[in-house]
């Protein structure tokens, strides 16, 4: 299926994957007409999912004493939260993205055989898991959605809402908008793969830059690459920069619903209820990884950029171009994503201490859960 990756068809696909939380705006060439429909049907699924979290809420209030309950409500409850969360942060962005992205379709249009050959290497390197991914996120909420018609339950959520709601045709409504929320949870999920696209596409450029320096031939040249290496920094930065608030929030969701998931997975529950709790953990670390492996790849290959040109033949050029190699191989700050006081430097180190701080969370709460019940 994802054997012909090309990136074109990965920019699209992408596209849309996230379209529904329209966090990929428009292209400048817009007209007004499609600005303004697109900023009401932004603002149309912002309230759709507001209209959901408040009944999720006053549920989790109303079961408070009710561990099982409670912890399957505050799941839900964080996962339709991202929703608002990552629209908010993305209006924020909106110009920030929309240069990012036509920069990105830019150089993929322009580019030579070897650029080309690069970011199709990318493309084929990265698609299969990506793509399986967002197929899985959609396919959560399908199961959610399609398993409620098997089931007692009348809606995907056990919200509460301060009307009658189990009479048509507000039945059928209720239905409809807690299904479209459910994918729209999906959608904002995606929005980590959106980050990751840029991530690649960045690191893509480093890589094609370290290519052009191993052929530096003359002073002219070597002057021209690095130009183009602060350019292509300057982009880099500016991706970091759009992605780690994504991160930060897909953290503290994943983070806070590790510790119900814990409470469910540890206590004596059915194994299907843990096994749904398993999942929605397993789902939730699967969003984190997406950012951490492309951010942990963009953090080395920007390090040692410059360092190619090392591997041209500079000792057989002037003495002139030889000091300008000397000062070129000089190392370079890389580009970290990074949220100051809060993530040092978000790669597959910090990703792998995460997942051993939840685990010994897990076994936090096991020590305490037991000593409850003895």
């Avoid at 002057?223 to 930060?248: G, H």
């Avoid at 994943?254 to 709790?277: A, D, H, N, W, Y």
């Avoid at 978000?346 to 701080?357: A, E, G």
Wanted: with cysteine; proline share 4%.
């Amino acid at each position: 299926m994802f054997r012909n990756a090309t990136p074109e068809k990965a920019i699209a696909f992408t596209q849309f994957i996230v379209s529904l939380s329209c966090c990929w705006p428009l292209p400048s060439t817009a007209t007004k007409l499609q600005t303004r429909c697109f900023k009401i049907i932004r603002s149309l699924l912002f309230l759709n999912s507001l209209l959901l979290f408040f009944p999720l809420l006053y549920f989790v209030y109303v079961n408070r004493n009710d561990n099982t309950t409670f912890c399957k409500a505050m799941s839900l409850s964080l996962a339709v939260v991202q929703v608002p969360l990552l629209s908010s942060f993305c209006i924020t962005q909106y110009d920030r993205f929309q240069r990012l992205i036509k920069e990105m379709k830019f150089c993929c249009e322009n580019a030579n055989s070897y650029e080309r050959q690069v970011f199709q290497g990318y493309a084929k390197s990265y698609a299969t898991f990506y793509g399986v991914s967002a197929i899985w996120f959609y396919w959560c909420a399908l199961i959610v959605v399609v398993g409620t018609l098997f089931i007692s339950d009348p809606f995907p959520t056990n919200a509460e809402y301060p009307f009658p709601v189990h009479f048509e045709p507000v039945r059928s409504i209720v239905f409809v908008q807690q299904a479209l929320v459910g994918f729209q949870c999906s959608a904002h999920l995606c929005v980590n793969i959106f980050c990751a696209l840029l991530l690649l596409f960045a690191a893509a450029r480093f890589e094609i830059l370290m290519n052009e320096l191993r052929a530096v031939e003359n002073i002219e040249s070597l002057i021209k690459c690095i130009e183009k290496y602060y350019a292509i920094r300057r982009y880099a930065e500016e991706v970091v920069n759009s992605a780690r608030y994504t991160t930060l929030i897909t953290l503290c969701i994943c983070g806070v619903e590790s510790v119900f998931g814990g409470i469910i997975f540890i206590g004596r529950q059915p194994f299907t209820v843990k096994l749904q709790f398993l999942t929605l953990s397993a789902t939730t670390l699967l969003a984190v990884f997406m950012c951490a492996w492309p951010a942990d790849y963009l953090m080395d290959v920007s390090e040692n950029t410059m360092r190619a040109v090392y591997e041209s033949e500079w000792y057989k050029r002037s003495l002139k171009l030889q000091k300008f190699v000397l000062f070129a191989t000089i190392p370079q700050t890389p580009v970290i994503l990074k949220v100051r006081c809060i993530i040092p430097a978000f790669s597959l180190n910090y990703y792998c201490s995460f997942i051993t701080n939840v685990l010994s969370m897990f076994t936090a709460l096991r020590v305490l859960m037991y000593k409850d019940e003895n």
